[in-house]
Nanobody
């Protein structure tokens, strides 16, 4: 059984930084995608950053150049480094995984994975004040 546990959320001012962590327990199939989604109330969940077992990465256009997804395979932790944060980044951030990737790609998983990911964490709140 796979379990994902997020941490690292909080409140910072515009321009600040946060690093989210997702501790992974259990095992996926050999081909998988794992990454971050976010959601604000009354809006659809959206993909933020996805990586796969090959290390390929896809980012949402709104976070390119500001967010970096990475992982420590030895510790089984996925990270999301978030820099130059903006009020519009305020959301609940979720770690999620699927095996295999949607459409076999990180791009497709980013775009439509919110409808089909196999595993979800409970989320961590990020709040950016102006």
């Amino acid at each position: 059984q796979v379990r994902l546990v997020e941490s690292g959320g909080g409140s910072v001012q515009t321009g600040g930084s946060l690093r989210l962590s997702c501790a992974v327990s259990g095992r996926f199939g050999s081909a998988y995608c794992i990454g971050w989604f976010r959601q604000v109330p009354e809006k659809e969940r959206e993909g933020v950053a996805i990586t796969n077992n090959f290390g390929q990465i896809s980012y949402a256009d709104s976070v390119k150049g500001r967010f970096t997804i990475s992982r420590d395979d030895a510790k089984k932790i996925l990270y999301l480094q978030m820099n130059d944060l903006k009020p519009e980044d305020t959301a609940m951030y979720y770690c999620a995984a699927i095996s295999p990737c949607v459409g076999g790609t990180t791009d497709d998983t980013l775009r439509v994975g919110m409808y089909s990911m196999d595993y979800w964490g409970e989320g961590t709140q990020v709040t950016i004040s102006s």
